[in-house]
C-alpha cells in the first residue's frame, strides 16, 4: 500500500510539474515580441500521416524565407505544430491548444475536411483566422445550417463542385462517354463530396452511372471489386481518391484488363502516382488540378526545386497548398499591419489576385478561392496539359 | 447495503471541494480554455476507463471493444439533439440504454468465449459497429455527423464522472459485484458454488457497455462532431491501456491511469513527430517495471482517497 | 448466369491470392501465438519492417530478388529475437493482459520509430520481378499471385516439416504443450522461444517482401491491417495449427473477396470479422482445432 502511496505521490507531481512546464513554457514564448506565432493543425501521426507532414515541410519553406527578411519591419513568423493525429476531435483539440496555450495569430490546417470543420468551431469562436490547404467540403466555410460564411474560416483549394462538374463536362462532352462507372475512397468526403458532383452533373448531361462502388483508406486489394466494376461494362471509371489508394487501383484494374479511361481529382497529383500505378498502366488517365506542373512559373519552378533539395522528394499537393496558405498568412499579416488576429482575418478575406504555386487567388464572399481548373492527361508517366477550365 | 454510509458522505464533500476549486480556478481563468478541454477529457476518459475496469478488472472478461460502445452513445446522442432536437439531458439517457442495450445483445452470445477469444471477438465487434455507422448515410456515413452542439461542460461532465465511479463502486460491494468478482478469481468454482455466471457476466458487460455509452455522449457533445474514425480498436487500446496501466481490478487505478495518460497525450502535443515514440516507450517501461500496474488490484485507502481525487484537477 | 460463373469464378481467383497474403502472415501469428499464447500485435509490424528492409536491400544494396527476400528475412528475425528478448522475456510471468499491452506498446513503437526515419510517405517498390498476365478464357491471373501463393505453401510446408520432424521443432511442441514439463526434461526454453519468434518473424518478412513487390507500395502502417486479419486467420484456422492458418487465411480472402464483389467492399471488414465471431461462437478452437476440455 506504502509503495502505491508513494507511486501516486509521483505520479500528482510529474502532473503538476507537466502543468507547470507547459503552461509555464507557452507563456515565455509568447513574450518574445520579435516573434509571430503562426498554428499548424496538422496530421502528424495516425493514418493520414503523410498529409499533414507535407504540408509542415512546406510552410517550413516558406517562414524560413520570410524570415530572412522579415514580416512587419523584421519579426520572425515562428510555426507552431498540433497534431490532429489524422482525427476530427483531436484536431478540435489540438485547435484549443495552438490558440488558448500558444496563442498563435493565425493557423494553417487541417487538411481533413471533417477535422476543419470540427476545429472550425474553436477558431472562429475566438475570432481567429484558420485556412485550411485541403479541405474541399463546402461547409468548412460556409455554415449548412444558416447558409452564412464562417468568418475566420478559408481554404487555399477548389471545393468539391467545382471539380466533380468539370470533369462531368469534361468526359461527357471532350471524350464523348456515356456510361461511367464511380469508385470513391468511403473513409474521405473529399472523395465524396467530388463523386456526388460528378455524377449530378453527369446525369444531368444525358450520361448514365453504371456501377458505384466503394473503397476504404489503406486498402490495398482492389481487384474483388474492380471486377465487379468490369461485369458493369462502363466506358468510363472516375475515382476521386488520394494517390497511394488511385495508383494500386488504376494498376490492378489494367491487370485484369480494364482498359477504359479514368479519372479523378487533384488528389492524384503526385510523383508517385506513376511509379506506383506503373507509367503504362498510367496511360488514358486524367484528372482535374490547380495547377499543372508544366507550369512555367517562376515561382512554381523554384518551390519544385526548393522542395525537392530540401527534402528530397517533389512535392505533392498538400505540400503545395500548404506553400500557398504559408504565403497568404504571411501576406494577410503584412497587409493588416497587425499581430491581432481579427485583423489578419479582415485581411486575408480583402486579398486578391495573390500569385501562388496553385494559381491566383482571389477568395469569393464565400472565402473560397476563384481559381481555374487544368485538366491533365498521363502520358508515359508524364502529366501533361490538356484544357484550362475557368469557373 | 446503505445508499449513503459515513465514508461516502466524507467522499462526496471532498467531490464537492475538488469541484469547487476547479470550477473556481476555471471562472477566474488560471486554467485556461485549453486545460479545461483536457479536463473535461480526463472525466471522459475516467468513465471510460472506469466502466472497462468493470469489465476487465472486476469480472475478469477480456474486453477490447470498447470504443465501439462508445461510439453507439456518441452518435445516439447526437441523433436525439441534432436530428431530433430534443434536450441533452434525453440524449444521455438515450444514449446510455442504447449502449447497454447493445452490450446486452452483443455479450449474451459472445461472454461463452474466455480469454483471447473474448478479445479478439469484441475487438471485432467494436471494428463492425463502427463499419456499420460508416455505411448509415443518415449519421453522415465516413464524414461524420457534424454541427453537434458543445452541451458538455465541466460541470456536467465531472458530476456524470462521480456518479458512475460510485454506482461502479457501489456494485462492487452489493452482492452481484462480488458474483462478479468470485467469476473473475476461478468462474469454474464460482459456476459450482450456484452463481449464475452468464447472468453476471452479462451484467457487468451490459453496465460496463452504457457508461462507454454515456462518456460517448458526452464526447460528441464537447467535440462539435461524432467521426467513426475516432472509434477504432486505437481508441479501444487506449481506454485498456489506461485500465490496465492504473491497475486491472482497481477501480483509483483506473482513475489516475486515465488522468496520467490523458496529461501525458496532451504535454506530448508540443513534439508530434516524437509523441508517439515516447509514448509507446513509457508504456513499454512502465509494463515491464509494474507488469500489474501502477496499483495492482488494490483501492486506495479512505484516508488518500482525497489525495486521488485531487488528480482530478 | 454464364458472366454471374464467371465473376465467380474470377472472384475466388482473387481471395485465393489475397487469403495467401493474410496466410503467409498468420503462419508466424500463429507459431508465436502456439508457444507463448501472446497475441503479439507487433506482427503485422515485423512484416512492415521486412517490406522496408527488402526495399532497402534492392534500391540502396542493389540486391536482386532473392538475396533481399534472404536479407529482410534475416533483419527481421533479428528484430523478433531482438523484441522478444528486451519486451516480452521479463514479462513471462506477468498477467497475460499486461503483455499484450507490451505487444501493443511495441507495435506503435515500430511503426512511429519507421515513420520517423523514413517519413509516412508510401515508397514504391522496385519490380525486381515482372508480372506477367495470364489470360484464361475470360478468367484473368498475374504470375506475381501465383508466385505468392507458392510461396506460402511452400513456407507452409517447410514450417510444418520444422515443426513435426526436426527436434528444434519437438523442442517447440514441447514448450507449446507444457512450458514446465519441458524445462524439467532439460529444454531451454528461452532459446525454443528466441527461435519461435525468429521463424515467425523471418516468414512476416517474406510476406513483407512479396507483397511489397505485389501492391508495388509500402508504408509504416501498412502492418496495422493486415496484421490483424492474419490473427483472426490464424484463429479461424485454429490458432496454434499451421496448416490451420493456411486454410484460415485462404478463406478469410475468399470471403472478403466475395463480399467485395457481391455485396459492397465497404462491409468486407464487417463480414471478416463476423465470420470470426460466428467460428468462435459454434467452433470455438478454430476450424482444425481439437476440443479441449477444461479441468478443475
Known amino acids: 500500500m506504502k509503495k502505491s502511496l508513494k507511486a501516486l505521490a509521483l505520479l500528482a507531481a510529474g502532473a503538476c510539474v507537466m502543468g507547470a512546464l507547459s503552461g509555464c513554457g507557452g507563456s515565455k514564448k509568447s513574450e518574445d515580441a520579435n516573434v509571430i506565432k503562426v498554428g499548424g493543425l496538422l496530421e502528424m501521426t495516425g493514418g493520414s500521416a503523410s498529409f499533414g507532414i507535407s504540408s509542415k515541410n512546406a510552410i517550413d519553406l516558406v517562414f524560413k524565407e520570410i524570415n530572412t527578411k522579415g514580416v512587419l519591419g523584421g519579426k520572425k513568423l515562428e510555426l507552431v505544430v498540433a497534431d490532429t493525429k489524422s482525427e476530427a476531435s483531436e484536431a478540435t483539440n489540438g485547435m484549443q491548444k495552438l490558440l488558448s496555450q500558444d496563442k498563435v495569430v493565425a493557423v494553417i490546417g487541417p487538411n481533413q475536411s471533417s477535422a476543419v470543420i470540427a476545429s ?143 479519372a479523378g481529382g487533384d488528389g492524384w497529383d503526385s510523383s508517385k502516382l506513376p511509379e506506383i500505378a506503373g507509367k503504362a498502366a498510367l496511360n488514358n488517365t486524367f484528372f482535374t488540378n490547380l495547377y499543372s506542373p508544366d507550369d512555367t512559373s517562376d515561382l512554381n519552378k523554384k518551390f519544385v526545386a526548393e522542395y525537392q533539395k530540401a527534402y528530397n522528394t517533389k512535392p505533392d499537393v498538400f505540400a503545395a497548398l500548404a506553400y500557398d496558405c504559408a504565403l497568404l498568412v504571411a501576406k494577410a499579416i503584412e497587409d493588416a499591419q497587425s499581430t491581432e488576429p481579427a485583423k489578419i482575418s479582415a485581411a486575408m478575406a480583402k486579398i486578391k489576385g495573390f500569385k501562388g504555386v496553385s494559381g491566383e487567388v482571389t477568395f469569393n464572399e464565400q472565402h473560397n478561392p476563384i481559381k481555374s481548373a487544368v485538366i491533365i492527361e498521363h502520358k508515359d508517366g508524364v502529366q501533361t496539359f490538356k484544357s484550362k477550365v475557368n469557373p | 447495503m446503505d445508499p449513503i454510509r459515513k465514508f461516502d458522505l466524507k467522499a462526496i464533500i471532498a467531490c464537492i471541494l475538488i469541484y469547487a476549486v476547479v470550477q473556481g480556478l476555471i471562472a477566474v481563468e488560471v486554467i485556461g480554455p485549453f486545460w479545461e478541454l483536457n479536463i473535461v477529457l480526463i472525466c471522459i476518459n475516467i468513465i471510460l476507463a472506469v466502466s472497462l475496469n468493470l469489465i476487465n478488472g472486476y469480472t475478469g472478461q477480456f474486453s477490447i471493444g470498447h470504443a465501439g460502445f462508445m461510439a453507439v452513445g456518441a452518435y445516439t446522442g447526437a441523433v436525439i439533439t441534432v436530428k431530433l432536437g430534443l434536450p441533452f439531458a434525453l440524449g444521455l439517457v438515450v444514449a446510455t440504454i442504447s449502449a447497454g442495450l447493445l452490450g446486452f445483445l452483443i455479450g449474451l452470445p459472445t461472454l461463452r468465449l474466455d480469454g483471447d477469444y473474448l478479445a479478439i471477438a469484441t475487438l471485432g465487434l467494436g471494428e463492425i459497429i463502427r463499419i456499420c455507422i460508416l455505411n448509415i448515410d443518415y449519421v453522415g456515413g465516413a464524414s461524420g455527423l457534424m454541427g453537434i452542439p458543445r452541451f458538455t461542460n465541466f460541470t456536467v461532465a465531472f458530476w456524470l464522472m462521480i456518479a458512475i465511479i460510485f454506482f461502479i463502486k ?66 479501444s487500446f487506449d481506454i485498456l491501456t489506461m ?22 497525450s496532451a504535454y506530448l502535443s508540443d513534439f508530434p513527430e516524437w509523441r508517439m515514440v515516447i509514448y509507446s516507450v513509457t508504456m513499454i517501461v512502465l509494463m515491464l517495471r ?20 485531487r488528480q482530478n484537477g | 448466369m454464364d458472366t454471374f460463373f464467371g465473376q465467380l469464378c474470377q472472384q475466388l481467383i482473387n481471395g485465393i491470392s489475397l487469403g495467401s497474403i493474410y496466410a503467409l ?99 514504391t ?61 532439460g529444454i531451454d526454453i528461452d532459446r ?46 485454429g490458432i496454434g495449427i499451421i496448416p490451420g492458418a493456411m486454410i484460415g487465411g485462404i478463406i478469410l480472402g475468399v470471403v472478403e473477396a466475395l463480399v467485395s464483389g ?28 481439437k476440443n479441449v476440455r477444461e479441468k478443475v
Open chain 2, 170 to 235: 457501489n456494485f462492487k460491494n452489493s452482492a452481484p459485484g462480488r458474483c462478479c468478482l468470485a467469476i473473475r478469481e476461478n468462474e469454474i468454482a464460482a459456476d459450482t458454488m450456484g452463481i449464475n455466471t452468464t447472468k453476471y457476466k452479462v451484467m457487468a458487460f451490459t453496465l460496463g457497455a452504457s457508461f462507454a455509452g454515456t462518456a460517448g455522449c458526452l464526447f460528441s457533445h464537447y467535440f462539435f462532431l461524432a467521426h467513426p474514425a475516432t472509434f477504432t480498436f486505437m481508441k
Open chain 3, 192 to 237: 525454443v522461444i528466441s527461435t519461435t519468434f525468429a521463424l515467425g518473424s523471418a516468414l512476416a518478412a517474406a510476406g513483407g517482401v512479396l507483397v511489397g513487390v505485389y501492391y508495388n507500395s509500402i508504408d509504416p502502417l501498412m502492418g496495422m491491417m493486415p496484421g490483424l486479419k492474419a490473427f483472426v486467420a490464424a484463429v479461424l484456422g
Open chain 1, 120 to 262: 472550425g468551431a474553436i477558431n472562429n469562436g475566438m475570432k481567429v483566422l484558420d485556412i485550411t490547404p485541403m479541405g474541399t467540403n463546402p461547409d468548412v466555410t460556409v455554415d449548412p445550417k444558416t447558409g452564412k460564411t464562417r468568418e475566420h474560416s478559408f481554404r487555399a483549394c477548389f471545393i468539391d463542385p467545382f471539380q466533380g462538374t468539370v470533369m462531368a463536362n469534361y468526359v461527357y462532352k471532350d471524350l464523348g462517354i456515356r456510361k461511367a462507372a464511380i469508385y470513391i475512397d468511403n473513409t474521405s468526403d473529399y472523395a465524396k463530396g467530388l463523386a456526388a458532383f460528378f455524377k449530378e452533373n453527369f446525369v444531368k448531361n444525358g450520361g448514365s452511372v453504371v456501377a458505384e462502388e466503394a473503397y476504404l483508406q489503406k486498402d490495398t486489394d482492389f481487384k474483388s471489386t474492380l471486377t465487379k466494376i468490369k461485369a458493369a461494362d462502363p466506358d468510363f471509371i472516375y475515382i476521386p481518391g488520394y494517390y497511394q489508394e488511385v495508383g494500386l487501383i488504376v494498376k490492378q484494374a489494367r491487370e485484369i484488363g480494364l482498359n477504359v479511361p479514368m
Open chain 2, 243 to 264: 485500465v490496465v496501466l492504473g491497475g486491472l481490478g482497481s477501480m483509483t487505478g483506473s482513475i489516475c491511469g486515465a488522468t496520467l495518460l490523458t496529461f501525458i
Open chain 2, 290 to 309: 509494474r507488469p500489474q500496474g501502477l496499483f495492482g488490484s488494490e483501492e486506495l485507502s479512505r484516508k488518500m482517497f482525497r489525495l486521488g481525487g
Open chain 3, 125 to 185: 517498390f522496385p519490380s525486381i520481378f515482372a508480372a506477367t498476365v495470364y489470360n484464361m478464357g475470360p478468367l484473368v491471373m498475374n504470375s506475381q499471385q501465383l508466385v505468392i501463393l507458392i510461396s506460402a505453401i511452400i513456407l507452409m510446408t517447410v514450417l510444418t516439416y520444422i515443426v513435426n520432424k526436426t527436434k528444434a521443432g519437438k523442442a517447440m511442441r514441447a514448450v507449446s504443450f507444457d512450458a514446465d514439463a519441458a524445462r524439467l526434461m
Open chain 3, 25 to 123: 502472415i498468420a503462419l508466424g501469428y500463429t507459431m508465436i501465438y502456439g508457444i507463448i499464447k501472446l497475441i503479439n500485435f507487433a506482427h503485422g509490424d515485423i512484416y512492415m519492417l521486412g517490406a522496408y528492409l527488402g526495399f532497402f536491400a534492392t534500391t540502396a544494396l542493389g540486391l536482386s530478388f532473392f538475396p533481399a527476400i534472404i536479407f529482410a528475412m534475416v533483419g527481421a528475425a533479428l528484430a523478433g529475437i531482438i523484441i522478444e528478448r528486451v519486451a516480452y522475456r521479463p514479462m513471462r510471468n506477468a498477467p497475460r493482459i499486461a503483455i499484450l499491452i507490451t505487444a501493443i506498446g511495441v507495435s506503435f513503437f515500430l511503426e512511429y520509430t519507421m515513420i520517423l526515419f523514413v517519413s509516412p510517405q508510401p515508397r
Open chain 3, 262 to 289: 457481391f455485396i459492397s467492399s465497404t462491409f468486407r471488414d464487417a463480414a471478416a470479422f463476423a465470420i470470426l465471431i460466428l467460428i468462435l461462437l459454434y467452433k470455438p478452437t478454430g476450424l482444425l482445432g
